[in-house]
């Protein structure tokens, strides 16, 4: 992440980023303290639910409109006119703040979300250009740490000068805002930095000489067309429908903890409600920098399944508590599985979708989140009108949580396999894939390469996105604890008497574009040296288009899984090791064992550091 700091106009960027999630967390936090100094229980669940969807509602309303004014025109320029709007719109904040027009002030709050909907699309779509590719884990990390950075300090800020401006005892809302009024001025200047930092981004997008219909947005023409852009990728959908559950959850317990830190907790102290909640900001934070730190080769989906396990733990054990450290560790808890989850799914969107349709799919991603968490608070308002308390509204998120960790087991448990073997082998191994990009991003790929250790298949693995389908001797295919894990990953069994039906196999996973893994020294090396290359594997390389990539394992030998007779680690301090997988360029799918064996031996004399 230290890299992407180097590229022109990520820090006004970020800094932009910051102040708008700080200025409009400000005026929130004020207005929901209001609430809690005056209101208890059900009526001040409803209320913060009901300030929460005044937020969430222009989302909703103007989704259509954002996503074509981002697709219309520079998102530098919506960026910065957005920036320049939000000036004007908390002097007016402030003013009313002054007069103790509190219904006033909280009205407003769906005037500054109108903004920060337009806002929205442009923001996020500028991550692409600026970022390229490459970069888009890393940014996005950065966007979501310093975004989680703003909530925080603007959380504990505006609490702390909050609780310390209520000099004077006060009877309702409006001897309140009276009281807090010259907050408003920090919502004012933060609002002119941002602008200020706005003019100084770099202008990569052009404009697109698209025209706006409004009888079509009337009609719902846009919704529908922009609606079938989100469905055509199911993965993409997939993706915007758990951030929306994540997002929901998160809402819906935000709402309710204020009550139940006032009536189960006793707590009347908005420093320390707030400063509990913050702590899941932190933890989005750990989250967001582990993300970034797991996707270093590729973006790594199986950290979706950890951070919804994770989560679904968390709420689980919130309604059972009541030590403040407990309860303080469960926030911090959730936001690290929030952001392994947000982190991951919005890099995945961004990759997945189209850059002609990028500005459409974000702006309906904003939608979709914002019509569940409205949907969700709509929902908490109606329950808590019906009786339902804090306690009872926990319970149920953690229903709607373990609902969405099943679903996202389901669409990725061989990837959060793959998470766990290499969380397990970073205590000793230092990893290191050399050279992944001569693995082909699709299409059928044989991969074959010397075999040193019992655990050459989950290195290979490290590194590459696509999985590797392997073949595995039956006899150890069939042990009690390994198959349950081999079956997860698609390993095919092989042996002497099944041999036909395992390259059955084999072919016809090559035949539908995917990797599939031998090792065709037929068993691990005794030496450390490359053995003989066994043809066997030419009885399956027939896909039409396909190729071999070779790869060699260097450094493993001499450890605990490897065959050696002693046990060294080269030059590797004194707790990990070193090991390297290096990928060679690609070789036609017919190439005979020879040429394969020479295709090894160059990259083990070019690359290799240890010697047998």
């Known amino acids: 992440m230290r890299g992407i700091w180097k590229t022109p106009g990520v820090f006004p960027y970020t800094l932009a980023l910051f102040l708008n999630a700080f200025t409009d967390l400000g005026h929130k936090i004020i207005i929901q303290n209001t609430v809690f100094k005056i209101y208890d229980d059900q009526t001040q669940i409803v209320y913060t639910a009901i300030l929460n969807a005044l937020i969430l509602l222009p989302f909703i309303f103007l989704y259509t409109p954002s996503g074509y004014i981002s697709h219309r025109f520079s998102k530098v320029s919506v960026m910065r006119y957005g920036a320049l709007a939000a000036v004007f719109i908390t002097l ?15 009205v407003l709050t769906l005037i500054l979300a109108a903004q920060s909907a337009i806002y929205s699309p442009a923001k996020y779509g500028y991550i692409k250009e600026i970022a390229g590719e490459k970069g888009f884990a890393p940014l996005n990390a950065l966007v979501q740490s310093s975004t989680t950075v703003a909530i925080l300090s603007g959380i504990m800020a505006y609490t702390v000068l909050f609780e310390t401006s209520l000099s004077s005892p006060y009877r309702d809302e409006a001897d309140i805002l009276r009281q807090i009024a010259p907050l408003g001025w920090l919502l004012v200047a933060g609002s002119m930095i941002e602008f200020w930092m706005t003019a100084r981004l770099v202008n990569k997008g052009t404009s697109s000489g698209t025209r706006f219909d409004i009888k079509k947005y009337l009609n719902g023409y846009y919704l529908r067309k922009n609606w079938r852009l989100m469905r055509r990728k199911r993965e993409i959908f997939d993706a915007i429908v758990y951030l929306s559950l994540f997002w929901s959850i998160s809402q819906v317990i935000l709402a309710a903890f204020g009550a ?30 582990f993300a970034s730190r797991m996707s270093r080769h590729y973006l790594h989906k199986g950290l979706i399944v950890a951070g919804a396990l994770k989560m679904t733990v968390m709420l689980a054990i919130l309604p059972l508590t009541h030590n403040l450290f407990i309860i303080g560790a469960v926030f911090f ?9 947000i982190v991951s799914l919005n890099s995945l969107i961004q990759m997945k979708a189209p850059q002609p349709h990028l500005a459409y799919i974000l702006s309906g991603n904003n ?8 949907s969700f608070l709509i929902l908490t308002t109606l329950f808590a009108y019906a009786g339902w308390d804090s306690v009872t509204l926990f319970y149920a998120m953690f229903g709607v949580s373990a609902v969405l960790t099943y679903a996202v087991t389901g669409r990725y448990k061989d990837y959060f396999l793959w998470l766990i073997f290499e969380n397990l082998l970073a205590l000793r191994y230092n990893v290191i894939p050399v050279h992944t990009h001569n693995i082909p991003k699709n299409g059928a790929v044989l991969l074959l ?14 590194g590459v996105e696509r999985r590797i389908r392997y073949l595995m001797e039956r006899s150890i295919y069939r042990k009690r604890f390994i198959r349950p894990i081999m079956e997860l990953g698609e390993v095919i069994p092989v042996s002497q008497n099944g041999a ?8 016809k996973r090559l035949q539908n574009g995917e990797i599939v893994g031998i090792f065709p020294e037929g068993s691990i090396s005794p030496d450390g040296e490359i053995g ?30 490897s065959r050696s007779k002693g046990r060294y680690v080269p030059s590797a301090g004194w707790f990990r090791r070193n090991v390297r997988i290096i990928y060679g360029e690609p070789l036609p799918i ?13 990259l083990k004399e070019n690359y290799g550091t240890q010697q047998a």
């Open 92 to 106: 007016l904040i402030t003013y009313s703040y002054y007069q103790g027009w509190f219904w006033a002030s909280f």
């Open 260 to 289: 139940y830190a006032k009536r189960t907790l006793g707590i009347d102290n908005t420093i320390v409600v707030q400063g509990l909640m913050a702590l899941a900001a932190f933890g989005i934070i750990a989250g967001s920098f």
């Open 333 to 341: 808890g959730f936001g690290v599985g929030g952001a392994m989850m």
């Open 367 to 374: 939608w979709v989140q914002n019509l569940f968490m409205t």
């Open 449 to 462: 390469g010397n075999h040193v250790s019992w655990i050459d298949w989950i290195l290979v693995q490290i």
């Open 500 to 507: 036909k039906e395992a390259f059955k196999n084999a072919r």
């Open 532 to 561: 003989t290359i066994y043809p066997g594997y030419r009885a399956i390389a027939s896909a039409e288009g396909g190729v071999i990539v070779p790869f060699y394992i260097d450094g493993i030998y001499g450890s605990l899984f």
């Open 590 to 602: 017919d190439t005979d064992p020879h040429t394969v064996y020479n295709a090894l031996t160059r």
